[in-house]
Each structure stands twice: as structure tokens, then as C-alpha cells.
């Protein structure tokens, strides 16, 4: 107590205290503040997309490494059949897309599938389903006589072919080796010739003001140029090339279809004409009006197993593509759940 007594102050009166009271925080301050959380959380979420992606990253790359692994490891295009392969069954070989030796539908690996169908004893019978415009006729060729070998190596094994929408040019020219061919009644066949597309742009190059600068050391070097016309000697020439492929086309599909063609040159069968399945059938070019199910019904066998050699990187990508897209998506979607409350905070 303070002595002598302060004469101005009033009885009972409470000293006052020095320390400031709290203040409440205004709008403007709490609006820095969520901000300052917000961009927190926000920050948090980017760290945690940015490490999904890494994962899924770093998961492609071990995937891609094994991958490359088994490819170098595995001995035959079907190394891991699978176990309906064991019981009796149709093998099934697909020629799918243009035929030509840097497609799915190449020789090599239709062929190669062929004789792992016709070597499995538990394959009651082998089928090429066909769903081809045609392509390479060397491709094609050569599947034909790997085709009709396997057919004269195992008699007591058929081999059909099955047509799709279209079995034309190439295609056929395959399809003929089969014992029996089967179509669609709107499938697409024939075609039986041999095409080289070609065009002469040298009145266009003109109207432009391009000149073409070819050069050549053989006379007939540039015979398939565009910027000039073709002589009666080259065209001569080339005919004869086409002709050439175009009778070893007519031959292999006479071998094959032997007697069943009926009429060949009277229903020009053999110039680049083509038909309907079922006039396809009425012509010889095919057998009968099925598919892959009614021949399964025929030949009671309760399931088919597909031969087509499948490249195992394919396969890889495809997989995780689709993991890929699956996560990106789910990243999307939790960006705009994340955008969604953000707006309705």
C-alpha cells in the first residue's frame, strides 16, 4: 500500500492493469489465415500426386525390364498355353489386317503358330480365321505352303478357314489352302489379282513451279517415277512382273480348291472380282455358310484356343496403359472432388 495516501484517488477504486487485453482477429486476418491453410493442403495434395506418379513411373520401368527379360528367355512364340489347351479343342490362328512382314498378320508368326496348333495332339482340328484385305503376296505365299505342308503332314488333322468381313486378294490366297472354307453370307470375297498403284503428278508439279531433280546411274532406275510418264517399255515390263505374281496366285488357289471352283473362266473368278459369301459359295470360292461356333457344334468340341502369336511387349503396354489411364483418372477425379470443396468452403 502506497504511503502517504494519493488525496485525488477515489475509495475502493481498483488499480487498473497495465497488460493489453486480447484482440479479435478481423476479416482481412482471417481470410490470410485460411489462405496460409489452404495453400498448405493444397501443397500436401501436389507432393502426393507427384508421388503416384512416380510410383506408377518406376512401376512401368520394372515392368518394362522383365519383361524385355522373358521376351529374350522364351523359346516358342506359345510357351504358356493355356489349360483348355489340354482337353480336345479348335486351335485357332487369326489373320488380322494387311498381310506384311512388319504387321501382326507377317508369315513368321503365323506360321509359327500354325505349327504349334497342328503339333498339340489334343487340337481336333486347326482354323485360320480370316479378317484381311489381303497384302504382301510373298507373305502370303509363304503362309499358303507352310499351310498345305502341315495339311499333307497330318492327314487325319483338317484345316479351315473362316472368313470374316472380308477375305480378299492376299487373304484368299491363304484361305485356299484350307480344306474347307467357311463364310459369312455378307463377307466379302476374292479378289483374286494383283495391283500396283502408281501416279503421274507431272502436269500438277508444273502448275506449282517444282522441278524435279532425279538422278539415276541405270536407265531404268526411276521407272516407278512420278514426275514423268511411264514408256511402252517399262509398262511392258512391270505388266509382265504383275502377270507373273498374279498366275502363281491363280495356281495356288487351283491347288487348293481343286475341282470345287466351278467354271473359273466363264465366271471370271480370276480377275480381281469380288463377292458376297454366298455367291462366294455358289461360285466354289467357298464351302459352306458358318462361323467359329456352328463349326465347334459340328465337330463336338465344346471350346476353341486362339494360336495367334501375340507379342509379349504388346501385351506389357497394353496392361499398363490401361493402369496408367486408371490412375490418371482417378488423379482427375480426386483434382476435381479437391476443386469442388475448395469452392464450397
Not at 489347351?85 to 504387321?103: C, K, Q, R, T
Not at 511402252?232 to 498374279?246: C, G, K, P
Not at 467359329?292 to 457344334?297: D, S
Request: hydrophobic share 35%; proline share 5%.
Amino acid at each position: 500500500m502506497a504511503w502517504p495516501p494519493n488525496p485525488d484517488k477515489q475509495p475502493n477504486q481498483t488499480p487498473q492493469s497495465h497488460q493489453p487485453l486480447p484482440t479479435v482477429p478481423t476479416g482481412q486476418e482471417w481470410r490470410l489465415l485460411e489462405k496460409t491453410l489452404m495453400a498448405s493442403i493444397d501443397e500436401q495434395r501436389r507432393a502426393r500426386r507427384w508421388s503416384i506418379f512416380f510410383k506408377l513411373l518406376t512401376f512401368a520401368y520394372v515392368v518394362f525390364v522383365i519383361a524385355l527379360m522373358g521376351r529374350g528367355c522364351s523359346p516358342t512364340h506359345n510357351s504358356a498355353m493355356p489349360l483348355e489347351a489340354n482337353e480336345p479343342h479348335l486351335a485357332v490362328v487369326e489373320v488380322n489386317g494387311v498381310i506384311a512382314s512388319d504387321s501382326e498378320a507377317n508369315a513368321y508368326d503365323i506360321n509359327s503358330a500354325l505349327i504349334e496348333a497342328f503339333k498339340n495332339k489334343n487340337s481336333k482340328a486347326v482354323v485360320l480365321a480370316i479378317n484381311s484385305p489381303g497384302g504382301s503376296p510373298v507373305q502370303s505365299d509363304e503362309i499358303w505352303q507352310m499351310a498345305m505342308e502341315l495339311r499333307k503332314e497330318n492327314p487325319n488333322k483338317k484345316l479351315y478357314a473362316i472368313i470374316g468381313d472380308i477375305g480378299a486378294s492376299g487373304a484368299y490366297y491363304i484361305a485356299s489352302s484350307a480344306d474347307e472354307i467357311w463364310v459369312n453370307s455378307s463377307s466379302l470375297v476374292g479378289s483374286i489379282g494383283v495391283i500396283m498403284s502408281g501416279y503421274n503428278i507431272e502436269e500438277l508439279l508444273k502448275k506449282v513451279g517444282v522441278q524435279d531433280r532425279t538422278i539415276t546411274s541405270g536407265q531404268y532406275k526411276d521407272i516407278l517415277s512420278m514426275s514423268r510418264p511411264m514408256t511402252d517399255e517399262e509398262r511392258t515390263h512391270v505388266q509382265a512382273l504383275l502377270d507373273t505374281t498374279h498366275q502363281n496366285f491363280i495356281e495356288a488357289v487351283k491347288e487348293g480348291r481343286g475341282k470345287k471352283l466351278k467354271n473359273p473362266e466363264q465366271n471370271k473368278i480370276f480377275t480381281g472380282l469380288f463377292w458376297t459369301g454366298k455367291q462366294s459359295v455358289e461360285l466354289g470360292l467357298a464351302d459352306k455358310i458358318g462361323s467359329l461356333h456352328k463349326l465347334e457344334k459340328e465337330l463336338e468340341v465344346k471350346h476353341s484356343v486362339s494360336y495367334t502369336y501375340v507379342d509379349p511387349m504388346k501385351k506389357v503396354f497394353d496392361r499398363l496403359g490401361i493402369q496408367v489411364g486408371k490412375g490418371l483418372g482417378q488423379g482427375v477425379q480426386l483434382s476435381i472432388e479437391e476443386r469442388s470443396q475448395t469452392k464450397l468452403q
